[in-house]
């Protein structure tokens, strides 16, 4: 089995820090969005392959892949965005033997038993229970094999959502049918939609069945992000003890990560080589080789190799009078 991993995506609402680096290598509970999805797979499933469709700075997902991983990696460069349907097409001639695809959409955060998910079926798409589906694919499902799928409807039949984790045995059918979509031009919301293409190969009769992802964590927006280091931390946190520091639970340090001084957490997580001094952090994400010296901080993500240096506050206070800062 091979693993397509789309990840061209500008990330624009995780501007600034998607002008540098690919949204796949944003850091969350201490490791990059593409790690966490990797690590995942990689520990459940044998995958032979895995193609990455990267954008912009692609050459920065393969020096991270190439640091981090040892597996074998393609990296097919999407120059126009045309959607998840025509990322997936890019990856057709990696696939001579029609292996079969797992087909995972790169800013997806999820925990699922892919193995038993994927089983004997011919295909399966992960699903997730939304209150809002229409921002979303939404299957349709009876007996837990797929009716229907339709991309972003207004009017929803179910409010199961595509959450981007998808295995697709008969991948011969699928590049053949992404290939006459692409060539008739025939687009939803102006991309080349994958949720279409699934829902062609329904029509060609083969049997889609769904799995649950009750774990899908949103990695789309800072706010999102940090609640998602929040969900990462509680399971998986770690640090060693710091110099005249006090720890606050749950934390991620990274073991090159240097704190002196300073009051740490909860849910904090800061990345390789960041050094922090006489500060105060709570709710952050803190990236690799950030400096941060003199400041309070609480909510707040901070990008490699980011300097932020405060100062304290010098006050004069007389008595009963009243100081607020915010
Ligand atoms: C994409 C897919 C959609 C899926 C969603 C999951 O939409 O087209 O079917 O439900 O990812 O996040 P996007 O978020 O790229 O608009």
Redesign the pocket.
Known sequence: MKLILPIA?EGTRLRPHTYTVPKALIQVGGKAIIAHILDGILSSVTIEEVIFIVGRLGEKVENYINKHYNIKATYIEQTERLG?GHAVFLAKDRFKRWDPALIV?G??IFNVNLKKAIGEVDGCIGVKEVKDPR???VAEVKNGVIQRLV??PQNPASNL????VNYIKNTKLLFALLEQMIKKGKKTKGEF???DVFQLMIEEGVRLETFMVDEWYDCGKPETLLLTNRYILEKNGYYEKQKDTVILPPVYIHPTAKVTRSVIGPYVSISENARIISSIIKDSIIGEGAYIEGYVLASSVIGEHAICKGTFKHLNVGDSSSVETT
């Open positions: 995506g998840l959409y800013d997806t921002r979303f694919g991309e972003k959502a595509v959450v981007g939609q994958l949720t």
